[in-house]
């Protein structure tokens, strides 16, 4: 599976920003995809999850009420659509995608996981 992320730029606090990720080659085993994001001297932080159905979606509590993930499973593509952005949500955002196998793996665990995106940087001025 190969993912691209893109949709990362400069915004002002307050500002409302969409990546995407589109996953291609073999998402026949692509079960959930999820967004982390990475700042600067931090670990990488969980965000979201969304299976591949759709049926579950999951977010951090930093992130809930303001971030919205949905897919679009015809074209094996997800949103991460992003609102009221703070300058704390500076970071590279990774999507990454899990297959079945690791299904009984936490949403929020880096190695549920198995492919990743190269990331999309995201920052926000004050």
């Known amino acids: 599976v190969q993912l691209q992320a893109s949709g990362g730029g400069l915004v002002q606090a307050g500002d409302s920003l969409r990546l995407s990720c589109a996953a291609s080659?073999?998402?026949?085993?692509?079960?959930?995809m999820g967004w982390f994001r990475q700042a600067p001297g931090k670990e990488r932080e969980f965000i979201g999850s969304?299976?591949?159905?759709?049926?579950?979606?999951k977010y951090a509590d930093s992130v809930k009420g303001r971030f919205t993930i949905t897919g679009d499973n015809g074209k094996n593509i997800v949103y991460l659509q992003m609102n009221s952005l703070k300058p704390e949500d500076t970071a590279v955002y990774f999507c990454?995608?899990?297959?079945?196998?690791?299904?009984?793996?936490?949403?929020?665990?880096?190695?549920?996981?198995?492919?990743w995106g190269q990331g999309t940087q995201v920052t926000v001025s004050s």
């Open positions: 990454a995608t899990r297959s079945l196998s690791r299904r009984f793996i936490s949403d929020s665990a880096q190695r549920g996981y198995d492919y």
């Open positions: 080659g073999r998402t026949f085993n692509y079960y959930a």
């Open positions: 969304i299976t591949k159905s759709g049926d579950s979606i």
